[in-house]
């Protein structure tokens, strides 16, 4: 049997109509109508007596509580959403969560960004300037390696280690020394050496 393929089937958008329990709440960042509903439910809380304690069912025959009692209470709850093609017919309502401040910052460096290249481009073309120009005055003269400096004296010997122990320039290290002797010691060396 020879393998058929399956056709793409369009999707289908149908017409968002506001459910009628909805009111218009103003658009969203990117401009999608915002719809606000208020529902009344009924919710259950446990039921207490003016000192706050949980009121039971009590048996009628022995007096013992059996049950815990509840209470209606009627609550308002408030939803923002937005409606949304699902593609296959159906449209469906999604919850609006207002943007954080970060995102809000993120949106308008990003919109910045965008505005900002078509402006620089027209900037470039005025003066006569190509990319490459730009980015050659951006990165600025070329800046030479960094040098070494010299040391402004050779290194003083005798070096003191810690202790009484002390390095001469000849690589030795004598130790039990005074600072004094140490210093002789390497007059000495360097007029035997010199």
Request: no cysteine; aromatic share 4%.
């Amino acid at each position: 049997m020879a393998q058929r393929t399956m056709r793409k089937i369009a999707p289908i958008h149908p017409d968002k109509k506001r459910p009628p329990s909805a009111v218009d709440a103003g658009f969203t960042e990117d401009g999608r109508p915002l719809l606000r509903e208020t529902t009344i439910r009924v919710e259950s809380e446990p039921a207490v007596d003016e000192e706050g304690n949980e009121l039971y069912r009590k048996n009628q025959s022995t007096g013992e509580p059996m049950y815990k009692l509840r209470r209606g209470k009627r609550v308002r709850k408030e939803r923002l959403f937005t409606l949304v093609s699902e593609g296959n017919g159906n449209v469906r309502r999604e919850e609006y969560i207002p943007p954080t401040p970060e995102e809000i910052e993120r949106r308008r460096q990003q919109k910045a960004t965008e505005e900002l290249l078509p402006n620089l481009a027209k900037i470039l073309a005025d003066r006569g300037m190509t990319p490459e120009e730009l980015a050659d005055r951006l990165a600025g003269p070329a800046t030479p390696a960094a040098s070494v400096p010299e040391p402004e004296s050779p290194a003083s010997y005798p070096e003191h280690l810690g202790g009484g122990t002390w390095l001469f320039s000849d690589g030795t290290k004598e130790s039990g020394l005074k600072k004094e002797d140490a210093v002789k010691l390497e007059e000495e060396k360097a007029g035997a050496t010199g």
